[in-house]
């Protein structure tokens, strides 16, 4: 359905992105932050122009997994809010606004204006690609993003335990609604990859997003598997994506299939 057939104005916004990309999973804690972050520094491998919204308002983690916790806030130039950037990635969050300790005490209509003032205010100048960390769950903070901005589709990031799937499937159902297309699952802590002699170890038995893809007839984008370097990374304001290792390898991958 248009905009003006769901009672909002038609607004002429530039796309902040040739392609606009949510990733978003049904539970919390299941890697979707690491997961965006890395798609994106992937996309920066394969020689796009990229940027990053964290839209998680509730728990933004962006400003950590880029090294950015100290970074000063959001300002406003002659063209709107000036994104940050970190290892190649233009980068917002709610974090730059709200500093990352304060719980974010927000009512659904002012989480709705923040994710749309990421996406019509800031000046992120050419990009072509876009992902949009999503928060958890299936609210207002979605809604906001699938009537705010052309977004081109949705990755969905589930690790193989049932539980997470389920909500996997509630977090697909609500962007089928929206009619924004699912480009595919990607499946976080797949297996365990061991540092010291490379092994893998499938702690919470594989292949359980690769099934739920087939099910719910969307690509299926690839294993990440559980690394320690994935963390440490995040904590320390590396990305692994940007190394050349085994999940770096994983992340490019499973962008490349991302873009196809
Ligand atoms: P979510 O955004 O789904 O809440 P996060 O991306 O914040 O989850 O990840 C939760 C924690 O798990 C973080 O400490 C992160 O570094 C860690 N983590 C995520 N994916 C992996 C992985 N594949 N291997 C190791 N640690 C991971």
Known sequence: RSRQAQGQPAKPVRAPARRIIAVASGKGGVGKSTVAANLAGACVKLGLKTGLMDADIYGPSAPRIFGLSDA?????????????????????????????????????????????????????GDLDVLIIDMPPGTG????????????????????????????????????????????????????????????????FGRGGARAEAELIGAPFLGEIPLHPELREASDEGRLVASGDGPVAKAFVRAAEAMLT
Do not use: Y
């Open 72 to 124: 000063p806030g959001l300002r406003k130039g002659d063209d709107g809010i000036e994104p940050l950037e970190a290892h190649g990635v233009k980068l917002v969050s709610m974090g730059f606004l709200v500093g990352e300790r304060d719980p974010v005490v927000w009512r659904g209509p002012m989480v709705t204006g923040a994710i749309r003032q990421f996406l019509t205010e800031v000046n992120w």
């Open 140 to 203: 207002d903070a979605q809604l906001a993003v699938a009537q705010g901005a052309p977004i081109s589709g949705v990755v969905i990031v589930s690790t193989p335990q049932t539980l997470a799937l389920d909500d996997a499937r509630k977090a697909a159902a609500l962007f089928d609604r929206t009619e924004i297309p699912i480009l595919g699952l990607i499946e976080n802590m797949s297996f365990f990859l061991c540092p010291h002699c490379g092994e893998g170890t499938e702690i």
